[in-house]
């Protein structure tokens, strides 16, 4: 059986290593996601993100429970910060979902952010590309909380959950970051706190005055993730937000808006790659007397960009 074959097949090994090939930037792995292309898109993409510290973990291994008890299997992809020794993923989500181990209906990895600025690892549509392909019921997306990263799970997942705690001033934080733009549920975590009513009050008026015409305003769900309090009104939530989304047509606008994002990626990368090479062999003027004042970049950029479209369609440069 090839590669492709054996990831359709639900072969958790076949799965991670094709994750570390697409971690890796290997060659050969755009060949086989064209193989798989046919195969996603039926899996539900679930994000959790919010600040460190703020029970994601501990969430999200409530809901992979609720889920498997379901009979529905999943696949989990948590983003953690990328070890300076070896560039791979901290194991630390792994850890805390340990007793999902042996459970070959669930599929858990851990991956880098690699300096990210949006908090997720380079790799992590193309990872949920290939969960998708296995034939995992959820996809179940955990990112760092660490700035831009909502907006990428935004860009990411189908149905986006956003937690907040009342400790810190979490819940006001996630207010100031403009959250409520990306969110499609709310969390109030660790509800026995004092302050979690207000907090969960603040978000439900913000949500109710920022209404987006979408059709749908997110509900603020309660939840101690810690005893499972909550954990099942959670899940009634992503699901009545998945009900929706699929009858109004957002699930679709959104997975087209994830496409053309991934396609412009690609572009971007490669626009990039192909600027590099230029300018590896671009020869740069010199001024006789070493002043680089009288130098203009622009001009110096478009003309080596000039010669390198040039190069490639195998005409001289103008000019």
Not at 181 to 188: K, L, P, S, T
């Amino acid at each position: 059986m090839t590669l492709a074959e054996r990831i359709q097949s639900g072969d958790v090994r076949a799965l991670a290593r094709a994750i570390s090939k697409v971690e890796n930037g290997s060659p050969d792995i755009e060949d086989l996601l064209r193989e798989l292309r046919g195969r996603a898109g039926r899996a539900h993409v679930v994000g959790v993100t919010g600040p460190p510290g703020s029970g994601k973990s501990t969430l999200s291994d409530g809901l992979i429970e609720r889920w498997r008890a379901a009979g529905q299997t999943v696949g989990v992809i948590a983003v953690d910060p990328s070890s300076p020794f070896t560039g791979g993923a901290l194991l630390g989500d792994r850890v805390r979902m340990q007793r999902h181990a042996t459970d070959r209906g669930v599929f858990i990895r851990s991956m880098a952010a690699r300096g990210h600025l949006g908090g997720l690892a380079a790799a992590t549509r193309e990872a949920i590309r290939l969960i998708d392909a296995s034939g995992r019921d959820r996809c179940l997306l955990e990112t760092v909380g660490v700035g831009q990263s909502e907006l990428e799970v935004m860009q990411t997942a189908d149905t986006t959950v956003v937690i907040t705690t009342p400790a810190g001033g979490d819940g006001v934080q996630v207010i100031k970051a403009g959250i409520l733009e990306i969110a499609d549920i709310f969390v109030v975590n660790k509800a026995d706190m004092t302050g979690a009513d207000k907090v969960a009050k603040d978000l439900r008026r913000l949500v109710h005055e920022t209404k987006t015409g979408s059709g749908w305003e997110p509900p603020v769900v309660l939840t101690v993730a810690s005893t499972g309090e909550g954990v099942d009104e959670l899940v009634a939530a992503i699901d009545r937000h998945r009900a929706r989304i699929e009858e109004n047509g957002e699930l679709q606008r959104r997975r087209e808006e994830r496409f053309r994002a991934e396609v412009e990626a690609i572009v971007a990368g490669r626009a990039v790659t192909a600027a590099r090479q230029a300018l590896r062999d671009a020869t740069l003027p010199v001024q006789a007397d070493g002043d680089l004042s009288r130098l203009d970049p622009y001009a110096v950029a478009d003309s080596i960009l000039r010669e390198g479209m040039a190069r490639d369609n195998g005409h001289p440069a103008a000019e």
